[in-house]
Structure formats: C-alpha cells, structure tokens
C-alpha cells in the first residue's frame, strides 16, 4: 500500500473502517482478492514475491504496509516486506507482542510503515526507528512517510473519509471517489523525499497513473462484529481491470 486511512471507533457497529490504495508498477504481476488456499486469509498476493500489501485473518486481524520513500535505492538482498502482513495475520501473538518481536529485526528490510490491527488493539511500527505507534480512536492515515505526515494527498483522503462518516455517506460507493481522486498537488505543499520534481507531482495525487507505475488496487474494509466486508477495484495501465467484494467471518 502507499496511502491508508482510517476511522477506528472501538466498541461500535464498525470498530474500523479502512480504504486505502496500492500503488506498484504495472508490470509486477499480482492476484486479485482471494480467499487464500490453505490459511484462512483475504488478500490480494503479490506473484512476484509471494507475500501482500493489506489483508485480513482470523478474529478480526487486519494488516496493511506502506513502503517509505526516499531517493535510496532499495536493497535487493532484503526479504520482502510483504511477508509482514501475512505473518501478523497467522501468529497467535496479539498487535503489541508481535510488534515487539518485529523491533528487533525490522532494519533487516528495506523501510516500511506496517499498521495492525487484532480486533482489540490498532498500532503502527515505522521500521526506520522501530518506533511503535499507539494509534488512538478517531480518524488516522499513513503514505511513504511517518504516520499522520500531512502530505497534501493524506490530508484529502483523510479529510473526504471524515466527511463522509460525519454526514453517514459510507458505503462503497460514496468513498470509491475519494480512492480515485487524480487532483495533484501544488508544487509549494510537495514533500521533498529525494525524488525529481516531476515524479514528486505524479506521486502527490490519491490515485496515480503514469506510464509504467500508478495506482494498482483501490480498497475498502469494514470490521464488523461477525467479519469483514473487503471490496476491491483494480486497475492497470489501460485503466480499470475488475472488481471484487467478498467477506471474511471472525471465526
């Protein structure tokens, strides 16, 4: 994922409500949002790598991943950071234990944001500091930067997302146009990550669509108290390729 946001509301009808975008090359190939074959998860999968972006597991888990951006080249030696997510979802330990563990060796990966979610408990690890971040109730995002960085497309997605919860406009298809917004934004609101110029303004919408590189996979998620509705619209360099919604019951 490159932008996520959310409105946890703990002990409510929806404790979390969740959209967020992937943004890849076009040319990795990925699957769409499958119940996986042999561990109760729903995820789309990376084919390149193996692991995923967002997904959700027994009990209510829930695990998204944002890359962090900056002009370093990746290392291409690093396990893949997809692989987080699906281990969170399988392991028997709850959001903080299972953080604490990952402290100790999230340098091993290239930079990464990982939000979790256990059903109780909703935190966030940046791995470049290994700092685990409470998330508190209420509305919350993350891009290619620290948690709740205010980069001009987090603060859109955030603001529309509490817009439409204030007014009770939550289904799908009101928040669909929040994920595809292409608004760029000005060159003075621009963060400096390291990138060209050009590139930083591509990068600055919701959705993206270069040539070769833009937003691959739209997604919206509701933890409800028996599972979690996950519909996803997908996207290719030719424009949109399908979309999905299937559910996940908490047993």
């Known amino acids: 994922m490159c932008l996520i946001a959310w409105n946890w509301q703990p002990g409510s009808a929806t404790p979390l409500?969740?959209?967020g975008n992937r943004d890849e090359f076009y040319a990795r190939p990925a699957e769409p949002l499958h119940h996986w074959v042999g561990a109760s998860i729903l995820a789309g999968r990376d084919v390149h790598a193996g692991g995923t972006w967002l997904g959700v597991g027994p009990g209510g888990r829930l695990a998204a991943l944002t890359n962090y951006r900056s002009a370093v080249p990746a290392r291409k030696d690093a396990p893949t950071r997809g692989q987080l997510v699906t281990d969170f979802l399988q392991s028997p330990l709850d959001a903080?234990?299972?953080l604490r563990t990952l402290q100790a060796h999230a340098s091993a990966y290239n930079p990464f944001n990982l939000l979790v979610f256990d059903g109780h408990t909703l935190l966030g690890l940046e791995s470049?500091?290994?700092r685990i971040v409470t998330l508190q109730p209420g509305m919350g995002a993350v891009s290619n930067a620290d948690f709740h960085t205010p980069w001009p497309k987090l603060r859109q997605l955030s603001t529309g997302l509490a817009a439409c919860v204030a007014r009770g406009a939550t289904r799908d298809e009101h928040?669909?146009?929040l994920l595809q917004s292409r608004t760029l934004a000005e060159d003075g609101e621009l963060p400096h990550t390291g990138v060209p110029l050009e590139l930083e303004r591509a990068l600055s919408a919701v959705?993206?669509?270069t040539p070769a590189y833009?937003?691959?996979?739209c997604s919206v998620l509701r933890v409800e108290s028996g599972g979690v509705h996950f519909s996803e619209r997908r996207f290719g360099a030719e424009g949109a390729m399908g979309q999905t919604s299937l559910f996940l019951d908490h047993t």
């Open 207 to 209: 959705f993206i669509a």
């Open 17 to 19: 409500l969740l959209l």
């Open 96 to 98: 903080g234990a299972y």
């Open 128 to 130: 470049r500091g290994a």
């Open 175 to 177: 928040l669909w146009p």
């Open 214 to 217: 833009g937003t691959r996979a």
